[in-house]
């Protein structure tokens, strides 16, 4: 048995608020405004514009109709408007990319009906299994937690077929893989032996993956190591499967902490993404740092992540925490791989950053130390990118 470290309260899973004590809360304070008589420095002056220069195009800000879901959930769908979904749609309205979810499993979502795959369960510890073995080729999920692949794979790929939510990219193929154990805890080598398979890489005893993914949604950190560094098992697996093409978009985590000590987030290639609320600001739970590329919503108590799901009240969860924020990017990635299919790693990652949309005043956390990435995810300006570049036809 692997001894646990940093247990305490954290699960794996990216999971919920609750996790930081109440004493550790970090408030966010406005920014004061500058005192009476101070002034800011002059700014360089600037050449006069030249009167033959033609004006700048404003973006359309009207979204045309056929772009807005009669899904009855969608206007509860706050977070879709924060990342101009709609906007995307117009220009990307999805397509049948595969995308694999490692995470707690496969459910039979009826919003992913017919694109939704029972990929592998590698789980290898059956005392943590709930399903009575270690790996095998069921993946469907166990325990109270077992909702959670199931939302994380609606917030990328939920139907646009007027019930319940519409997702990201409502074409998406979902490929679900089992790393979590009932105790919503991640064993470091089934991580990478999992991610491996997502990609198509044979591993010994495992049936070969006939939906390999280039996108990888990691809603989770591993267990039983400290959290410290990127443990150089699971950086090595990311190391291998992006020189296949694949990208991994992480979860930042939910402790308040840098996510540089976590694994996948604070590892190379990874494309680690942190919450922010309606307003742009970061929740107290999420993960910050230099190891964060973009922020995307994943709410706050009260006002969470709408969802569909099978198990929720009324066939609904509103979660929050960083696992509902990285799926909003790896749907957006798979938006842009719907009209750029060929498009690098590098490209991707600089598609979905460089478009992001600036924080309220510039960042996201009065503490200087507390950035959240580039911005927050623009799923309009990111896919305009991608189809403004001649790269990845
Ligand atoms: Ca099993
Ligand atoms: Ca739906």
Redesign the pocket.
């Known amino acids: 048995m692997p001894r646990r470290f940093g247990r305490r309260l954290r699960l794996g899973l990216l999971l919920g608020v609750a996790l930081l004590p109440a004493s550790q809360a970090i408030k966010l304070v406005p920014i004061p405004a500058l005192p009476p008589g101070v002034t800011t420095p002059a700014l360089p002056e600037i050449p006069p514009v030249t009167p033959a220069a033609p004006a700048i195009k404003p973006l359309p800000t009207t979204v045309p109709a056929q772009s807005i879901p009669t899904d009855p959930l969608y206007p509860r769908q706050w977070n879709l408007p924060v990342i101009h979904a709609a906007q995307a749609w117009a220009l990307a309205p999805g397509g049948p990319v595969t995308v694999a979810v490692l995470d707690t499993g496969y459910v039979n979502s009826p919003e992913l009906s017919g694109r939704v795959v029972n990929g592998h ?1 590698f ?1 290898s510890d059956p005392a943590r ?1 709930g ?1 009575g ?4 080729p069921d993946a469907t999920g166990v325990g109270e937690y077992a909702y959670h692949a199931e939302v994380v794979a609606n917030i990328i790929a939920a139907g646009r077929d007027g019930r319940g939510m519409v997702g990201i990219n409502p074409q998406a193929k979902v490929v679900q893989i089992r790393v979590a154990g009932t105790d919503g805890l991640v064993d470091p080598t089934d991580l990478v032996d999992a991610m491996k398979w997502a990609v198509g890489m044979s591993i010994p005893g495992v049936p070969a993956n006939p939906n390999p993914a280039r996108l990888l949604n990691l809603s989770l950190y591993a267990d039983f190591i400290p959290l410290t560094r990127c443990d150089p098992r699971i950086q090595a697996a990311i190391d291998v499967i992006t020189t296949k093409g694949a990208v991994v978009i992480a979860g930042a985590a939910n402790d308040g902490a840098d996510s540089a000590g976590y694994s996948p987030a604070g590892c190379r290639n990874v494309l680690t993404v942190t919450s922010v609320t309606e307003a742009g600001t970061r929740p107290a739970y999420a993960n910050w740092g230099r190891a964060v590329a973009l922020a995307a919503p994943g709410g706050e108590q009260g006002h969470g992540i709408v969802s569909s799901s099978v198990t929720g009240g009324g066939g609904e969860r509103t979660p929050n925490g960083t696992s509902f924020a990285a799926p909003h990017a790896t749907g957006v990635a798979s938006l842009l791989l719907s009209v750029r299919p060929r498009l690098s790693p590098a490209l991707l990652r600089s598609y979905l950053t460089r478009s992001a949309i600036p924080f309220p005043g510039g960042r996201c956390d009065p503490e200087p130390a507390h950035t959240c990435g580039r911005g927050t995810l623009n799923a309009e300006a990111a896919v305009k990118l991608a189809v403004a570049s001649s790269a990845g036809k």
């Open positions: 369960d789980v299994s399903d073995d270690g790996r095998d």
